[in-house]
T-cell receptor
Framework: NAGVTQTPKFQVLKTGQSMTLQCAQDMNHEYMSWYRQDPGMGLRLIHYSVGAGITDQGEVPNGYNVSRSTTEDFPLRLLSAAPSQTSVYFC??????????????FGPGTRLLVL | SQKIEQNSEALNIQEGKTATLTCNYTNYSPAYLQWYRQDPGRGPVFLLLIRENEKEKRKERLKVTFDTTLKQSLFHITASQPADSATYLCALDDYNQGGKLIFGQGTELSVKP
């Protein structure tokens, strides 16, 4: 199993450009999440999905869109990039138990720089 | 307000000693708490999960405790090695928000030979 894969590894954007960060998992997990990680801030949840066709907002959703058309894929779209979106982005997947998400499996991350 | 806090300062210890990291939370009622390890430039990797009805859990040189009265979890690495140097993150589930995981900001551990 490849686990959770993310592309690209690095990206530089200009302010106002749009792009899509790709995330895929091959573990048949129901839950998928997007986090951003900034120095001193820890991991903050952007959007998450509890299954195909179902998405919801996390702590910092503004400026980002997601969709979940298949169990495997969960792309994150930046609509109009801003310097404040410079960060490292992690995608994660997990199976669910009766109490919500269990162990999260993280991808390697995408480093994004917005100029 | 809701908070989850870890030691913000880096922890420096000597090889062979026990490292103890702290995770405190307020205004959450988690069903479980998790600990992850993160190396520079990599994604976090799961280490241990402890449920609210468990006081302690062990895995090899790792031990986690969970005190729901104190609202605190302690993470111990015994006989620490330089290879244990990394950032350690705690995370808890927010039952009131569908079980989403909330992460602390992490504590950087450095083990010197």
């Amino acid at each position: 199993n490849a686990g959770v894969t993310q592309t690209p590894k690095f990206q530089v954007l200009k302010t106002g450009q749009s792009m899509t960060l790709q995330c895929a998992q091959d573990m048949n997990h129901e839950y998928m999440s997007w986090y951003r990680q900034d120095p001193g801030m820890g991991l903050r949840l952007i959007h998450y999905s509890v299954g195909a066709g179902i998405t919801d907002q996390g702590e910092v959703p503004n400026g980002y869109n997601v969709s979940r058309s298949t169990t495997e894929d969960f792309p994150l779209r930046l609509l109009s990039a801003a310097p404040s979106q410079t960060s490292v982005y992690f995608c994660a997947s997990s199976y669910s138990s009766g109490q919500g998400q269990e162990t999260q499996y993280f991808g390697p991350g995408t480093r994004l720089l917005v100029l | 307000s809701q908070k989850i806090e870890q030691n913000s300062e880096a922890l420096n210890i000597q090889e062979g000693k026990t490292a103890t990291l702290t995770c405190n939370y307020t205004n959450y009622s988690p069903a479980y708490l998790q600990w992850y390890r993160q190396d520079p430039g990599r994604g976090p990797v799961f280490l241990l999960l402890i449920r609210e009805n468990e006081k302690e859990k062990r895995k090899e040189r790792l031990k986690v405790t969970f005190d729901t009265t104190l609202k605190q979890s302690l993470f111990h690495i015994t006989a620490s090695q330089p290879a244990d140097s990394a950032t350690y993150l705690c995370a808890l589930d927010d039952y009131n928000q569908g079980g989403k995981l909330i992460f602390g900001q992490g504590t950087e551990l450095s083990v010197k030979p």
